[in-house]
């Protein structure tokens, strides 16, 4: 079984700074790619950004220059760094992750349970 564990949110001023991470714990034998997304309320979930084991990046243009991800794959782990916040990023963040375990071929899709971030005005 395989759990990705989201921490790092909270509240925070419009033009503030928050760092999310995400931890994978289990079984794993490799983690491809990892993600961001968020939901706010009343809204689908929405793509933020991923990252690719060796390190490309790609994001949505709504965040784009303000946020970064990165991750440590030695730690299988995943970051968001959100600077310039602004009161509509405010949603519930989750990870997400592409996962190999010792008992699987193909990977299975892992989410986490989802940190919420709020911004005010």
């Known amino acids: 079984q395989v759990q990705l564990v989201e921490s790092g949110g909270g509240l925070v001023q419009a033009g503030g700074s928050l760092r999310l991470s995400c931890a994978a714990s289990?079984?794993?034998?490799?983690?491809?790619?990892m993600a961001w997304y968020r939901q706010a309320p009343g809204k689908q979930r929405e793509f933020v950004a991923h990252?690719?084991?060796?390190?490309?990046?790609n994001y949505a243009d709504s965040v784009k220059g303000r946020f970064t991800i990165s991750r440590d794959n030695a730690k299988n782990t995943v970051y968001l760094q959100m600077n310039s916040l602004k009161p509509e990023d405010t949603a519930v963040y989750y990870c997400?992750?592409?996962?190999?375990?010792?008992?699987?071929?193909?990977?299975?899709?892992?989410w986490g349970q989802g940190t919420q971030v709020t911004v005010s005005s």
């Open positions: 997400n992750a592409d996962v190999w375990t010792i008992a699987t071929i193909i990977p299975s899709s892992y």
């Open positions: 289990g079984r794993i034998i490799r983690i491809n790619p």
């Open positions: 990252i690719t084991s060796g390190g490309s990046t």
